[in-house]
């Protein structure tokens, strides 16, 4: 390991550290992954998210625009404190196997109906406007953690629609979990 190298410790699954690894792979930060098997999964993507924005201010995550800087915290908010949380694997856990998907399910619709009424006054290309943000970095792990549990994502059009824009640009390739270190082999790309 070279010095100075960022380590990041992630679990493959991880919505967190897939947050973070599309910052890195935004950025060109090459970094070192430990991968971790951790039950509960962290929730500090958002301030390491900043820190590197901060630090490595190329390309900007965060607009320069107040109001527009403002719009992605909000969304990256409602993604990360409610949407998310509700879904994470400690959550589905408590409530059994056999209540997993359901509770998934009732867990993901409203955020992302909310989610979506926001998108459509903030988004253009993105989440907000035509530039990567991290809104957008909070976006594709949870409409993947949607498909997952099989939510119907036809009443998202525009949750639909950025996301498979996201999708197409190498940085949120490379970061998905089927292609991390960790991944087990019948998941991985």
């Not at 070279?2 to 679990?11: M, R």
Request: proline share 8%; glycine share 4%; with cysteine.
């Amino acid at each position: 390991m070279q010095a100075g190298k960022p380590i990041l410790y992630s679990y493959f699954r991880s919505s967190c550290s897939w947050r973070v690894r599309i910052a890195l792979a935004l950025k060109s930060i090459d970094f070192e992954t430990v991968p971790i098997n951790l039950i509960k999964d962290g929730g500090q993507q958002l301030a390491i998210i900043e820190y590197l924005e901060e630090t490595r201010p190329t390309p900007r995550l965060l607009p320069q625009d107040p109001k527009k800087r403002a719009q992605v915290r909000m969304i990256s908010d409602i993604i990360t404190s409610g949407i998310q949380p509700l879904q994470n694997l400690s959550v589905l856990k408590q409530v059994g196997q056999e209540n997993q998907l359901t509770w998934a399910q009732k867990a993901i619709r409203p955020g992302f109906n909310a989610l979506e009424q926001v998108l459509w006054s903030t988004a253009g290309k993105y989440c907000v406007g035509d530039e990567v943000s991290m809104a957008d970095l909070c976006l594709v792990p949870q409409v993947a953690n949607a498909e997952r549990f099989k939510v119907d994502l036809t009443p998202y059009p525009t949750i639909s629609r950025i996301n498979k824009t996201l999708m197409a640009l190498e940085a949120f390739q490379v970061s998905h979990p089927c292609r991390q270190p960790d991944t087990p082999p019948e998941l991985r790309a």
